[in-house]
């Protein structure tokens, strides 16, 4: 196995040079390419005229970067809501541990408490921030539960309040219509957590794994960053093009 370290300043130096180049790279195939426009949603062939740039991107590269896009006053009533939903959470009540590994995948399929969590909010914890024995929450973290959790779904949308109006918003549904989506719904929403000094890898992932659609893929996701996500404290990471690939895994309730 990889030890898992912190990048040195040199490291850090060298991912944020490849990544410019990388990113340079895009924008001028974007600019340069006389390639007819494809949509990644349908399929459908056009000659690219009345598409956005950005929709351009998105189709071609499969992620947008978009800088600024909730307001300072959405995300901290966004972070408001959140406290005061973990300050409500019981522990005692049910507590429920997450990662991304195989094993633990495989026992949510099962599990009442995560499957129900489709139209509410559940509470689901960093493992080590509960006891092995009887899974109950470590006495460290029982004065500040939020730091203790890995997340928080899978319903955030569904509840009055600041993460409802952002996902239902003006800026949210024009972003999705200009990239294509007549019709959508909102299948889940969540609260990720990236606490220090706790928690695990989350390993390279397709989001349609766990939410595959028929005919073709549809999952578009939008990850909105509620503090700076940086190389030092687990920003984002994606692969150009990926998007054009099969799905490799797909998670089925058996």
Known sequence: MTEERALNDDE???????????LAKLDKELQ??????????????????????????????????????????????????????????????????????????????SDDYFLESASRVHFFAEPTALHEGDGSLKEEYKDNKLRALNKAGHAMHIIPGAFCDYTCSAKVKLLVSDLGWKDPVVPQSMYICKNP????????????????????????????????????????????????EPVRRQFKRN
């Open 12 to 22: 850090i130096e060298a991912l944020r040079g490849n990544t410019k180049e990388v």
């Open 32 to 109: 340069t390419s006389d390639e007819k426009h494809s949509s990644w949603l349908n399929g459908e062939v056009s000659g690219g005229s009345s598409i956005s740039e950005q929709c351009r991107y998105f189709d071609q590269f499969g992620f947008l970067h978009l800088r600024n896009f909730a307001s300072p006053t959405q995300v901290q009533d966004m972070k408001d809501q959140m406290e005061s939903l973990t300050n409500d959470w019981d522990p005692a009540e049910k507590t429920m541990a997450f990662s991304t590994d195989v094993k633990d995948n495989e026992a949510r399929g």
């Open 197 to 244: 000094l706790i928690g695990s890898t989350v390993h390279s992932h397709q989001d349609s794994t766990f939410l595959f659609t028929d005919p073709r893929q549809s999952c578009l996701g939008l990850w909105l960053a509620l503090d700076d996500a940086t190389l030092q404290n687990g920003c984002l990471w994606v692969r150009p093009k990926s998007h054009r």
